[in-house]
């Protein structure tokens, strides 16, 4: 019932299509971009309940308040606390490793404001886990959701993370001028 009411929304009511060519296997990481608004985390919610997928996602720890926090534990949020030093990535890459499933989306902007610096750890869980890294793409002007990409992390972070950016390019956030490759 769930997976209906998700998919009369998201393709129906609001005019979403998808364009998702690659099979996905029983672990890997999203990389989703562009997050240029909290109407990102709605669309890939409605998304992911209608195409049936378990995934996880990170989130700000202010987030994780009473009784959001309960919420969004529930439907996969894992609270980061961006201000300590932790090692999240080796934590998460352990994890991933002994799991028999494993899917985490992050956004690599780590933010909604234009942001030339991505944030990394989603490819240092990738290549510490071997998991392929799935790239899904937010187009508000054409109302898509596109993976069309996977890459396989190989230790050359400035190449795969500039056929990342590259990649991403082609996408129109909801509010474009909050959007940087760093190009």
């Known amino acids: 019932m769930l997976k209906k009411i998700c998919r009369w929304t998201l393709y129906r009511l609001l005019g979403w299509r998808k364009d998702v060519s ?3 296997p029983d672990k890997y990481i999203i990389c989703l971009a562009p997050h240029t608004s909290n109407i990102d985390f709605i669309i890939g919610q409605l998304y992911m309940r209608a195409e049936m997928m378990k995934v996880n996602f990170m989130m700000k720890k202010e987030w ?7 919420f969004f534990k ?19 890459a352990n994890i991933a490793s002994r799991a028999e499933t494993f899917r985490l989306c992050i956004t690599p902007e780590g933010t909604r ?14 290549l510490k886990a071997q998991l392929p890294i799935f790239l899904y793409g937010l187009d508000y002007d054409k109302k898509l959701i596109q993976c069309t990409k996977c890459i396989q992390p190989n230790g050359n972070i400035d190449t ?3 056929e990342i950016k590259n990649y991403f390019k082609q996408f129109t956030g909801r509010h474009p001028e909050r959007f940087t490759t760093g190009d």
């Open 22 to 24: 690659i099979s996905h």
């Open 64 to 70: 994780f308040i009473w009784p959001l926090g309960l």
């Open 74 to 92: 529930k439907i996969g949020g894992i609270p980061v606390w961006r201000n300590k030093h932790t090692h999240m990535t080796d934590q998460l």
């Open 113 to 126: 404001s234009a942001n030339p610096d991505w944030k990394r750890g989603f490819y240092y869980i990738a």
């Open 160 to 162: 795969d993370m500039a």
